[in-house]
Structure formats: C-alpha cells, structure tokens
C-alpha cells in the first residue's frame, strides 16, 4: 500500500554530515509510523531512529543519540534523517521502514513495508 524510496547517501569524512530523504506514495502517509534501519555485515539489520504518525515521539539507538534527528514532513509525504559527526562506524546501508503503528517502534518485525536503501560511507 505504500513505496519508499531513499535518497541522501554518499561519501562524507569522519565528522561531517549527511541528510537522508525516504519519499513515500501509494497512501496517505499520516497514517505510518515511520523508521530508519542500517545495515552492515557485522550488525545486519539494525534499529537507528523511529518517528510517530505525528512527529510528536521519536526513539533513536543509543550510539546515535545527539548526532542524528529523524523528522518527518507529511505534507510532503518524507521522512529525513539528519546525520551529524558521523563516524566510520555509522558505515551501512540505510533503510527507510513504514509500520502500521503509531509510535516509533524498534523491531523490524513490526514494519510492513520497506525502500532499496541508501548507502553511507563514512571515511577515516
């Protein structure tokens, strides 16, 4: 019922920053509790940051917290996630994730619907 589709990745230095988009269509996008995934060889699919329906609650992984925003533009159907003094270790494929609940959620399992990801590179 919906598609996602993510934008924003790149090559960025050890402290620098990215922004990423994830556009949504197919329904109306209020109606979503939105996330971001990363995923990596060693860590596989992992939870980053999670945002409700309205944009009031968010959640991030602890390794994140202070360094990326997640917020969300419903007028304009996107989710975005601003990454700040990135590190190497923020290195992953980054997933856009649309659930039918409305709080941010931090299991995978719980996400219906899911974009082709974005790759971040961070450099040392």
């Known amino acids: 019922q919906v598609q996602l589709v993510e934008s924003g990745g790149g090559l960025v230095q050890a402290g620098g920053s990215l922004r990423l988009s994830c556009v949504a269509s197919g329904r109306t996008f209020s109606y979503y509790a939105m996330g971001w995934f990363r995923h990596t060889p060693e860590k596989e699919r992992e939870f980053v940051a999670a945002i409700s329906r309205s944009g009031t609650f968010s959640n991030y992984v602890d390794s994140v917290k202070g360094r990326f925003t997640i917020s969300r533009d419903n007028a304009k159907n996107t989710v975005f996630l601003q990454m700040n003094s990135l590190k190497p270790e923020d290195t992953a494929t980054y997933y856009c994730?649309?659930?039918?609940?409305?709080?941010?959620?931090?299991?995978?399992?719980?996400?219906?619907?899911w974009g082709q990801g974005t790759q971040v590179t961070v450099s040392s």
């Open positions: 994730a649309a659930t039918g609940y409305d709080t941010p959620r931090r299991n995978p399992n719980e996400y219906g619907y």
